[in-house]
């Protein structure tokens, strides 16, 4: 129970903050221009080092790498026989990927003026978003089922947050995103692992209803 009350208290949080950014965004606001005075700054201050750094950290939250993490981690829990986890591995990448999709279509942001060749919108981050729920499924799987020896389930959570927070700011540097892309990305993906957690726990806690038990439920009530 207090794992389940947990997890709700995390998308709840999230989900706040994601409403807070995105309305805001929609307001066009003082933080839009700060978004932009943000992007201005960093075009001003980008090095071809720099470039190369997060370029690199960039495809983190990118194709191959988070299908890669997600192929592997359901052909490992199905061989293991986590079936129920496997399906919340499932529903976290693949419903991930949808949301997000979603998001954009409804939020219908544009990308920042420099960005000529991505033809997607803006809000949410779909790098940030991804890069936060294939890191922070990773680590609750392998917190929660695997349990790796000397490693400290902080860590993996630490971890995990550490990556998706420079894939967004790899995002901001190299100018695809506004800062409140990355920062509503954030939001939603921790918003929907904390959702696909939940009903994990949720399902693994409850009791499933046999047909004996059925029969026995009828019986009793006759």
Known sequence: GLHVTVSLG???LALWLFGAVLEEVL?????V??????????????SAMGLR???FITHLGDIPVIPAIAV?????LWRQRHRLVLVCWLSAFFGGVLVNRLLKLLIHRSRPVRVLHESTFSF???HTMAATIGYGMLAYVMATYWRPRRIKRRF???AAALIALAVGVSRIYLGMHFPTDVIGALAAGTAWVA????GTRIARETPAVTPEAQDDERAGGT
Request: with cysteine.
């Open 195 to 198: 959702i696909c957690v939940t």
């Open 53 to 55: 750094i997060f370029t």
């Open 10 to 12: 995390i998308a709840a």
């Open 72 to 76: 592997v981690g359901a052909w490992v």
């Open 124 to 126: 949410p981050s779909g």
């Open 27 to 31: 307001d066009n606001a003082t933080i």
């Open 33 to 46: 221009r700060l978004d932009v005075a943000t992007l201005d700054w960093m075009a001003g201050h980008t």
């Open 156 to 158: 993996l959570f630490l």
